[in-house]
T-cell receptor, first 113, second 112 residues
Framework: GENVEQHPSTLSVQEGDSAVIKCTYS??????FPWYKQELGKRPQLIID?????GEKKDQRIAVTLNKTAKHFSLHITETQPEDSAVYFC????????????FGAGTILRVKS | KAGVTQTPRYLIKTRGQQVTLSCSPI?????VSWYQQTPGQGLQFLFE???????NKGNFPGRFSGRQFSNSRSEMNVSTLELGDSALYLC???????????FGSGTQLSVL
């Protein structure tokens, strides 16, 4: 979406390495930032989310960081595994759409074993 | 609880036709959102319904419309189909605003 930019569009890493995906948003009123994982042929599923009153959140091998001043947030995956290969989407709540989620264009993550 | 159910799973239409897609949200979820997914464009927000009312709408032409019934089931209609409407249409429900979205498996629409 034009309100949320996501980089990179594709990312290849070696198994065991870390992967970082970054998103920027334009609406300073955004307060909810989820990340979704979509495996090939499957529906998007939430993997982690963060709200604007928190700077970092971690869940096992995945973590999300938020910089409200710079209006960007990032997904970090450590010790990547082949099953992490998927398309990852970031999203931000956008006031223009009544605080609904606007998604980034997605990042194709390939973990090579 | 059953997940979000979308029907049909696949649709093939020709230009100029119209199509109706259906979405049944998770029981108890009153908010239903629709997204269009195309390669390289991510998920584009179409509209959102809550308690039978359209609350928000994305930047899509008027050919895209929807409605929600009293049981929270939602339908999306696309009239005068164009080749560019070929996409995966995803429906998602949530319990509250600004909360986790649960997606359906989508309807893959091909316009020939």
């Amino acid at each position: 979406g034009e309100n949320v930019e996501q980089h990179p569009s594709t990312l290849s890493v070696q198994e065991g390495d870390s992967a970082v995906i970054k998103c920027t948003y334009s609406d300073s009123a955004s307060n909810y930032f989820p990340w979704y994982k979509q495996e090939l042929g499957k529906r998007p599923q939430l993997i982690i989310d963060i709200r604007s009153n928190v700077g970092e959140k971690k869940d096992q091998r995945i973590a999300v960081t938020l910089n409200k001043t710079a209006k960007h947030f990032s997904l970090h995956i450590t010790e990547t595994q082949p099953e992490d290969s998927a398309v990852y989407f970031c999203a931000a709540s956008i006031m223009e759409y009544g605080n609904k989620l606007v998604f980034g264009a997605g990042t194709i993550l390939r973990v090579k074993s | 609880k059953a997940g979000v159910t979308q029907t049909p799973r696949y649709l093939i239409k020709t230009r100029g036709q119209q199509v109706t897609l259906s979405c049944s949200p998770i029981s108890g979820h009153r908010s239903v959102s629709w997204y269009q997914q195309t390669p390289g464009q991510g998920l584009q927000f179409l509209f959102e319904y809550f308690s039978e009312t359209q609350r928000n709408k994305g930047n899509f032409p008027g050919r895209f419309s929807g409605r929600q019934f009293s049981n929270s089931r939602s339908e999306m209609n696309v009239s005068t189909l164009e080749l560019g409407d070929s996409a995966l249409y995803l429906c998602a429900s949530s319990l509250y605003d600004n909360e986790k979205l649960f997606f359906g498996s989508g309807t893959q629409l091909s316009v020939l």
